[in-house]
């Protein structure tokens, strides 16, 4: 059983800085990809950047390109969304997400396992 549990949320101030944390559990291996989300009110579901695990190989949104930084600690099975020079536009529930080999999507049809999600608020 594939769990993913996010924290890290929290509320800042615009140009303030966040680290989010991702713990997954139930994995065997390294052949998996996790992704982070976010859902702002009202507004669909938003790939915002994903990481194959086996390789490191990243892929961002292009809004968060250069603020956001995703990264791994294979040996804690932990994934980290680093976002800074945050904006207002940034405030929304981050979930994590995964799904077993490659996934060449940030959509959120090819995740099959999700986290119950952590907000996040930025302030002007």
């Known amino acids: 059983q594939v769990q993913l549990v996010e924290s890290g949320g929290g509320s800042v101030q615009a140009g303030g800085s966040l680290r989010l944390t991702c713990a997954a559990s139930g994995y065997s291996g390294n052949s998996y990809t996790v992704a982070w989300f976010r859902q702002a009110p009202g507004k669909e579901r938003e790939g915002v950047a994903r990481i194959y695990i086996r390789s490191s190989n990243t892929v961002y949104a292009d809004s968060v390109k250069g603020r956001f930084t995703i990264s791994r600690d294979s040996a804690l099975n932990t994934v980290y969304l680093q976002m800074n020079s945050l904006e207002p536009e940034d405030t929304a529930m981050y979930y994590c997400?995964?799904?077993?080999?490659?996934?060449?999507?940030?959509?959120?049809?090819?995740?099959?396992?999700w986290g119950q999600g952590t907000q996040v608020t930025v302030s002007s």
């Open positions: 997400a995964a799904n077993r080999g490659w996934v060449s999507t940030l959509s959120p049809s090819g995740y099959n396992y």
